[in-house]
């Protein structure tokens, strides 16, 4: 089975500051592991995805995440937040043998201060 | 290109009522998926399909039903709904097949049983 855990429910930092949104994750096949944001009342949108190519994965708007196999990590980072970034983000793994469903971290609630 | 189409988008409900909520996508994607998001839970994998006539249960499964008699098409019944099912419901669809590609999710239907 796989999983994904969000080591932060809430996030709050000031704009123009780094951001880093943790993700630890529990694969016993080759994972895909994806971000997806979530501004608030609206649908979700993918970030970035990583499907075993390099291991820095470059995203929309900034963002990146690098896998990190021996600490089983996919940490999400931006070097400046923008007030814009607020929002809610979402760990995520698929694998083939769930028929490539996702299964979803619980979030991580993102707050930009001026 | 209308992508992966939800209806209704609100609804309510009483206890006991039964009704489907309607996905659609019109990107000739083998992969189909219910989810539901409640708040500090992230996204439930619900019921998911990988291809016309096949579907299997995910997570939380039980009250819901799923046919996927088209590739277009992936509908969720709730037989006899409870208040327990208050719930934003996302459908999503990917391609799948040869390796895990984005998952494109609809706007969402916010479901209220009373």
């Known amino acids: 089975a796989q999983s994904v855990t969000q080591l932060d429910s809430h996030v709050s930092v000031s704009e123009g500051t780094p951001v880093l949104l943790r993700c630890n994750y529990s694969s016993s096949y080759s994972p895909s592991l994806f971000w997806y944001v979530q501004h608030p009342n609206k649908g979700l949108q993918l970030l970035l995805k990583?499907?075993?190519?390099?291991?820095l994965v470059k995203g929309i708007n900034g963002f990146e995440a690098e896998f990190k196999k021996s600490e089983t990590s996919f940490h999400l980072t931006k070097p400046s937040a923008h007030m814009s970034d607020a929002a809610e983000y979402f760990c995520v793994v698929s694998a083939s043998n769930s028929g490539y469903a996702l299964n979803f971290g619980k979030g991580t609630s993102l707050l930009v201060t001026p | 290109n209308a992508g992966v189409t939800q209806t209704p988008k609100f609804q309510v409900l009483k206890t006991g009522q039964s009704m489907t909520l309607q996905c659609a996508q019109d990107?000739?994607?083998?992969?189909m998926s219910w989810y539901r998001q409640d708040p500090g839970m992230g996204l439930r994998l619900i019921h998911y399909?990988?291809?016309?006539?096949?579907?299997d249960q995910g997570e939380v499964p039980n009250g819901y039903n799923v046919s996927r008699s088209t590739t277009e098409d992936f509908p969720l019944r709730l037989l006899s709904a409870a208040p327990s099912q208050t719930s934003v419901y996302f459908c999503?669809?990917?391609?799948?097949?040869?390796?895990?590609?984005?998952?494109?999710f609809g706007q969402g239907t916010r479901l209220t049983v009373v």
């Open positions: 399909s990988v291809g016309a006539g096949i579907t």
């Open positions: 999503a669809s990917s391609r799948g097949q040869g390796g895990v590609t984005e998952a494109f």
């Open positions: 990583y499907t075993s190519a390099a291991t």
């Open positions: 990107m000739n994607h083998e992969y």
